[in-house]
C-alpha cells in the first residue's frame, strides 16, 4: 500500500518561507485527494490545506489562507505546502495525508516547523 513521507521541516524566524514536500511511494497518489494537517503541543490536529486528485480544486483554513500555497506533481507521486510570512503560531508538526472519497486513509509521520519571533 502507499507510504507518505514528509520532509522540509526546519527552524526558522517569523516572517521566513519554508516549502515542505511528501512523496509517495509503493504506490501512486494520481487519483487520490491529498491534505496537509498540523498538530501544535496541547491543540488538536487542525487540517490546513486540501488539493483535489487533479490539482484543480484547493482549499485552506483560515488561519493560513493568502500565505500557504498547496500544490501537487503526480508524475513525481508528490505533493507540497509552500508556506510563506510564517508566524510564531505555525510552530507544530506538519503531516500529509490521502484522501479516498471523503476519508484520509494514508498517512505521513510529520516533519516539524518551528517558527520564533
Known amino acids: 500500500q502507499v507510504q507518505l513521507a514528509e520532509s522540509g521541516g526546519g527552524s526558522v524566524q517569523a516572517g521566513d518561507s519554508l516549502r515542505l514536500s511528501c512523496v509517495a511511494s509503493?504506490?501512486?497518489?494520481?487519483?487520490?485527494?491529498m491534505g496537509w494537517f498540523r498538530q501544535a503541543p496541547g491543540k488538536e490536529r487542525e487540517l490546513v490545506a486540501t488539493?483535489?486528485?487533479?490539482?484543480?480544486?484547493?482549499s485552506y483554513s483560515d488561519s493560513v489562507k493568502g500565505r500557504f500555497t498547496i500544490s501537487r506533481d503526480n508524475a513525481e507521486n508528490a505533493v507540497y505546502l509552500q508556506m510563506n510570512s510564517l508566524k510564531p503560531e505555525d510552530t507544530a508538526v506538519y503531516s500529509c495525508?490521502?484522501?479516498?472519497?471523503?476519508?484520509?486513509?494514508?498517512w505521513g509521520q510529520g516533519t516539524r516547523v518551528t517558527v520564533s519571533s
Open positions: 495525508a490521502a484522501r479516498r472519497r471523503t476519508e484520509y486513509v494514508v
Open positions: 509503493g504506490g501512486t497518489i494520481s487519483n487520490l485527494g
Open positions: 488539493i483535489t486528485w487533479s490539482g484543480t480544486s484547493t
